[in-house]
C-alpha cells in the first residue's frame, strides 16, 4: 500500500498523505511507551488520536512488549490518562501473549518457572498457567537450594528483582531438552527521563542463553506470535489493512515487516530519523526490515485529518 502513495521508505508524511493513509486502512497497532505516553504522562494529543480512530469505526489494539503490569492494569492507566473507549480486548502485551503460547500452543503440563515481574505471574495465574512458586531461604545457594522436579518451562521477562540464584535456578532447569525456554522479549534497554537506562528483558535472557548454551523462543516483537493473537481474537484481520506505528526499529518496524504490515516510526520514542536512514541505505538487505515506511513527528499529527474528516461530515 505504500508504494501506491509514491513515498515509500522513510519518508515523513503529513497533511493529505496522512488522511489518505487513515481512509487506507482499517486496523492500527499502536506500541505504548514512547508512542502513546512516556512513564505517567500521556504524549500531547494521542488521547484525541485514539478516541478518534475508534470513533470513525476504525480497529485499534495495542501491542506492548511491557511484561510488567497485568492488561486489568493497562486499562486503568488508559482511562486515567484520557483514552476513555479503550477495553481489555484491545491490550496484547508480551505477558498476556506468553500465557496465550503456554496454554493454547504448546499446552505446557508441568510448572513454569518464571523470571519476571508480579504482571507477568498474574497474566500466567488468569490463564490456568501453574508458576513455581519461590520458597528459598533468603541465604539459600544454587548449591543447596531445592528444584522442583515437574519444571516444563522457562520464562524471561523483566525483572527487577533478578538475582544470581534465580539464574542459577533457570540454567538448571534448561539442562532438560525438554524444558522449555521462553522470553517475553528481546528489548535490550529503556530509557528513562533522567537519561539513565534500564537494563531490558533481552539482556536478561542474553545472560541466560550464555548460561544455558541453549537459545529462547521470543513470544513478543518483533515475534509474529503477537501478530496470530491479534488475528485469532479479531476476525477478518487483513495484514495489507493493517498499519504498526511504533518508536523503535529493531521490534516495531521489524513486527510490522514480519506480519507484512505497513509501518509508520514517530520520533517521540527511542528511534530516530536518521538510524532508519542509515538502515534504508544500508548494503545488507536484512537491515531494510528495519526501515519504516513512514515517518511522523508525533501521531498527533494524526489529528488535522480528522479535523478535516469531521467538518466535511458537518
Partial sequence: MAGAFGFKGC??????????????????????????????????????????????????????????????????????????????????????????????????????????????????????????????????????????????????GHDDKLTFLKLAKASCYLKDPDCLFLATDNDPWHPLSSGRILPGSGSLTAALEVASGRKATVIGKPSRFMFECISSQFRGVDPAQCLMVGDRLETDMLFGSNCGLDTMLTLTGVSQIEEAEEYRNSDLSTNHSLVPDYVVDTIADFLPAFEELEEESN
Avoid at 508441568?110 to 523470571?115: K, L, M, R, S, Y
Fill in 11 to 156: 519518508q515523513k508524511i503529513r497533511g493529505p498523505q496522512i488522511r489518505s493513509l487513515l481512509e487506507a486502512k482499517d486496523f492500527f497497532l499502536f506500541d505504548c511507551d514512547g508512542v502513546i505516553w512516556h512513564g505517567e504522562n500521556a504524549i500531547t494529543g494521542a488521547a484525541k488520536v485514539v478516541n478518534a480512530l475508534i470513533r470513525h469505526g476504525k480497529n485499534v489494539v495495542f501491542v506492548t512488549n511491557n511484561s510488567t503490569r497485568p492488561r486489568e492494569n493497562y486499562v486503568h492507566k488508559f482511562s486515567r490518562l484520557g483514552f476513555t473507549d479503550v477495553m481489555l480486548e484491545q491490550i496484547f502485551s508480551s505477558s498476556y501473549c506468553s500465557a496465550l503460547y503456554l496454554r493454547d500452543v504448546v499446552k505446557v503440563c508441568g510448572q513454569v518457572f518464571v523470571i519476571g515481574c508480579e504482571g507477568l505471574r498474574t497474566e500466567l495465574q488468569e490463564a490456568g498457567i501453574p508458576c513455581l512458586e519461590e520458597t528459598d531461604d533468603p541465604d539459600a545457594t544454587i548449591y543447596d537450594c531445592a528444584l522442583a522436579p515437574d519444571v516444563k518451562a522457562v520464562l524471561v
